[in-house]
């Protein structure tokens, strides 16, 4: 179903089109995505830190994470605060400048995101597009955030 029917509306242009079935598959993508995380006790931008963390193989600061994040968030502090809570990440504090913060993700997230690793969806892509088309999508969003 195109995003004309799916949302019962009519657009100014076909820019205008894309840039709400960008925002509408976006957000689409990421309710699909919580709802699984619902179940393992996150949120996405909760698992995009543990992600970040585990992928990093070494502690980083906040800055570090918050750059690395997909979805820039003003909350970011927050959600690693609850991490700790849940003693799924450990942190640090720099001995020369007790202002920096450092990060790392502990045994328990490292279990829990081995545990959510084979049940998350990654929304499969290959069931829609073709290898050419993703290409070609990655390039046309690429194209998109070029003029930023």
């Known amino acids: 179903m195109g995003i004309n029917e799916r949302i019962n509306a009519r657009f100014k242009s076909e820019h205008h089109k894309a840039i709400v079935n960008i925002r509408y598959t976006s957000n689409w993508m990421m309710n699909r995505q919580n709802n699984q995380l619902a179940n393992f006790g996150l949120s996405l931008p909760q698992f995009n830190i543990l992600r970040i963390l585990r992928g990093a193989k070494s502690e980083l600061n906040i800055k570090k994470v918050k750059e690395r994040m997909l979805e820039q968030?003003?909350?970011t502090t927050r959600l690693i605060d609850k991490l700790i809570t849940k003693d799924l990440v450990e942190r640090r504090r720099c001995d020369s400048d007790r202002r920096i913060v450092f990060l790392k993700i502990s045994k328990e997230?490292?279990?829990l995101l081995d545990r959510i690793d084979p049940h998350f969806d990654e929304i499969n892509l290959?069931?829609?597009l073709s290898f050419e088309e993703a290409q070609t999508l990655n390039a046309l969003l690429d194209k998109i955030?070029?003029?930023v």
């Open 126 to 128: 290959e069931g829609s």
């Open 109 to 111: 997230g490292e279990k």
């Open 73 to 75: 968030s003003p909350n």
């Open 145 to 147: 955030r070029a003029d």
